[in-house]
């Protein structure tokens, strides 16, 4: 199995330093692609981001052809044009999402059926096991159609809670991580406090909303980052590829190939993606850290686990549909209704001839897209019922991973709800048995009652690595999802 890297580019001064890493991988890669990118028009802008990535991406263009013809890496290396002039794509057509697209291709073009196709992205830190722990996924596992793999944001705040953060980080089974990639991926992180915590809050919001899908047992359990994902060669052609979308392409490639196969999640070597907030993207990590700068954090609630409930029976009843056209569905059921009308599934079981065949039908027409529009329909962002459905998860973990430190996570909190201090929290004995807080619990929590809006970074930090640690868990005792 030979593997292929796909990385778009744009903007990116360090990516020359970042493809020489990658030769301190314990698995090499046989070719990496790079597609050098950005719209036509920041050539004529007066934008100053567009005028600085027209200067970069010239710069990285020719620094990185000569790479490729020095003959000094240990793998092949191919540069695909797309910011010179006559070659940057018109602004309707560019984006990440073209750009990952065509590196992915260059790097399916010639590649086996077998080999490996890995998305990385160009401001992100791998550790040196990386490439083998994704390789090893898909050898462990030839049925999957793709791999989710794992990711850890690196920050670095200000004073004690950087420390901390450099601790728990090195210390954490991140510990597949030396202290060069470590001292590397926090050299360009966050220093501020502020953009640290918007960068943890975004991730917990990821992570939260990950581990309810899985609790509930429901497909399309993974996380999407484009940094961290791939598949084989076949499955790449199998599906016609990336979707080119400007942004979210991560998430419409993960779930074109969730509807081919299962996903396996890769839990032994995290991505380190750059924290920081950026204007290349309409959605995703970037706008959503620079919004919740700005204490926008709509677009990244903490969903209740009622609402998984939900979902959970929808996809439960299907196979019972197949059999009782009147079956009932729940509030899954009726908003699927209300999108499609009340005999959406009348044409998928008049084409299906068994009710396994039936349901996959239907799990693919209701998809991960679908499900996401069903909780946002259903839920909107409050920071102290927000904080209320937060603990609700922490709470579940702990009965669901009961082997991994909970106490720090839930007792900073706590603290936050019940406006105690720490030290005063971490004398409340947390029980396994303790009846889990709902988001109709509000007004009856102590006074005066905080969300999350009054988290300190330090909390932040707890309540992530506690999630990474569950993630990992989950992503080892049950790596294949769907």
């Given at each position: ?263 396996v999640r890769q839990g032994q070597a995290p991505a380190l993606p750059a ?45 019972a549909l197949y059999t009782d056209p009147a079956m009932d569905l729940g ?29 996959k039908a239907c799990t693919e027409k209701f998809d991960a897209l679908r ?112």
């Amino acid at each position: 199995m030979d593997i292929h890297i796909a990385i778009p580019v744009m903007n990116e001064p360090g990516i020359v330093g970042r493809v020489q890493a990658l030769a301190r991988q314990t698995v090499l890669p046989a070719r990496v692609v790079l597609c050098v990118n950005q719209p036509a028009s920041y050539f004529d802008s007066g934008d100053p981001f567009h005028q600085e990535t027209v200067r970069v991406n010239a710069t990285t263009l020719a620094d990185l052809q000569a790479l490729a013809s020095g003959g000094k890496l240990p793998f092949g290396l191919t540069v695909i044009d797309r910011s010179g002039a006559g070659r940057a794509w018109p602004a309707a057509q560019a984006g990440v999402g073209r750009a990952r697209r065509e590196a992915m291709d260059g790097a399916a073009a010639g590649a086996s059926g077998t080999d490996l196709l890995l998305c990385m992205d160009a401001d992100t830190v791998y550790p040196p096991h990386y490439i083998e722990a994704m390789r090893d996924a898909a050898v462990r596992f030839p049925e999957a159609a793709g791999i989710a793999g794992a990711y850890f944001h690196p920050v670095r705040p200000t004073g004690a809670a950087r420390s901390a953060e450099a601790a728990a980080v090195e210390a954490d089974a991140v510990d597949v991580l030396d202290a060069a990639d470590v001292a590397e991926a926090k050299s360009e992180a966050t220093s501020a406090d502020a953009l640290a915590a918007a960068a943890l809050h975004y991730e917990v919001y990821m992570r939260a909303y990950a581990l309810g899908l899985a609790a509930a047992g429901l497909p399309y359990a993974y996380t999407a980052i484009g940094s961290s994902m791939g598949c084989t060669a076949a499955a790449y052609r199998k599906i016609g590829g990336l979707p080119p979308h400007k942004s979210g392409e991560d998430f419409y490639f993960l779930q074109k190939l969730a509807k081919s196969g299962p996903i396996v999640r890769q839990g032994q070597a995290p991505a380190l993606p750059a924290p920081r907030p950026s204007p290349r993207v309409i959605f995703g990590t970037g706008p959503a850290i620079g919004m919740g700068l700005r204490g926008e954090w709509g677009s990244c609630p903490i969903y209740p686990a009622a609402l998984f409930g939900d979902l959970q029976r929808f996809y439960a009843g299907l196979t019972a549909l197949y059999t009782d056209p009147a079956m009932d569905l729940g509030p899954v059921g009726a908003f699927a209704a209300e999108k499609w009308g009340a005999d959406w599934h009348v044409s998928i079981r008049r084409n299906r001839t068994s009710a396994a065949a039936f349901k996959k039908a239907c799990t693919e027409k209701f998809d991960a897209l679908r499900m996401l529009q069903y909780l946002k329909a259903h839920y909107a962002y409050d920071p102290q019922t927000d904080a209320l459905n937060l603990l609700e998860r922490l709470r579940d973990c702990a009965r669901r991973y009961p082997a991994i430190p909970s106490a720090a996570a839930i007792a900073s909190l706590e603290a936050a709800l019940a406006d105690r201090t720490p030290a005063e929290a971490e004398t409340l004995a947390f029980r396994a048995d303790a009846p889990a807080a709902s988001a109709t619990s509000a007004t009856s929590n102590a006074a005066p009652a905080r969300g999350l809006d009054r988290l300190s970074v330090s909390d932040w930090q707890a309540l992530r690595l506690y999630l990474y640690r569950c993630e990992r868990a989950e992503a080892i005792a049950r790596p294949l999802c769907g």
